[in-house]
């Protein structure tokens, strides 16, 4: 088995899987916008002063935020 077959094989049913939180961030601010993001998810890196950058670090630092950004991305990707 080569290594892409393995990595390919690990996570079959994570829908998330080989898609980066840039990337995530970036469709939910383009479908949203920022205050709608911040009304959505209420927290401080959407409705102060938000960046992506400064989103990103947060996000990668606090676990229960990244999984509502990872929520909200498959729940408007569904509809």
């Given amino acids: 088995m080569t290594d892409k077959t393995k ?3 690990t996570q079959p049913n994570n ?9 995530i961030l970036e469709y939910l601010v383009d479908e949203y ?3 709608e ?3 959505e998810i209420n927290i401080n890196c959407f ?3 938000p960046s992506i950058k400064s989103s990103l670090k947060f996000l990668r630092k ?3 935020a ?9 729940k408007t990707i569904k509809e």
Avoid: A, C, F, M
């Avoid at 829908?15 to 990337?23: A, N, S, V």
């Avoid at 990244?66 to 498959?74: D, H, P, S, W």
């Fill in 66 to 74: 990244r999984k509502k950004v990872e929520n909200l991305y498959l």
């Fill in 15 to 23: 829908p998330l899987h080989g898609i980066r939180l840039i990337d």
């Fill in 37 to 39: 993001l911040g009304y």
């Fill in 33 to 35: 916008g920022w205050e």
């Fill in 62 to 64: 606090t676990q229960w």
């Fill in 47 to 49: 409705t102060n002063n």
């Fill in 7 to 9: 990595s390919e094989n």
